[in-house]
């Protein structure tokens, strides 16, 4: 019965400690509008102002992310797909800083001329740092990529799941005491 004691109390603790230390990843997501957009030259660039909402899953919204989970974005009349798109946490340019973007040329470059972007903001601060995109082109005149001088965006989170620790700890203590009431039982 000692054996049977000792199994019980040590898969009750295991079972609160478990739930007491579990996290729990939430969505997020962020709409987003970028506009004032400019190439390096100074020129107009064909869609200003960008906006769109892209969702991931994080700890919380000042956490790195864990993966993305879907995008809403248009740029240039191609609309971004899930599979087109890759994240850095951290970003590679500030480690208080993530970054989402289109992978044509590998997340952290923006290649012209192709359906391409970048957003990038700090973690902290919520605020965006960078918003820059490419748009296919057929000739090299257009072949350019524009940056965003001005950004507004929000982040928004889902309520996480909350443990119910007490209702654990009740249970397992209910199964402890009937634990050693079985072995007081047992030694009469």
Known sequence: MKKVFVIVSVAFLLLVFGTLTNSYAIPISMEFSASGFVDWDGNEAPDDPVSGTITWEAASVNATIDYL????????????????????????????????????????????????????????????TDFSYSVYASSVELSDFWYATSYEASISAETAPVPEPSSIVLMGLGLVGLAGYGRKRMNR
Do not use: C
């Open 69 to 128: 989970i879907s995008v809403d974005l248009t740029i240039g009349g191609h609309n971004y797909l899930l599979s087109e798109i890759d994240y850095e946490s951290p970003s590679p340019y500030d480690e208080d800083e993530d970054l989402i973007g289109g992978v044509a040329e590998g997340i952290e470059y923006i290649m012209p001329g192709t359906n391409d972007f970048w957003l990038r903001w700090n973690r902290e601060t919520l605020e965006v």
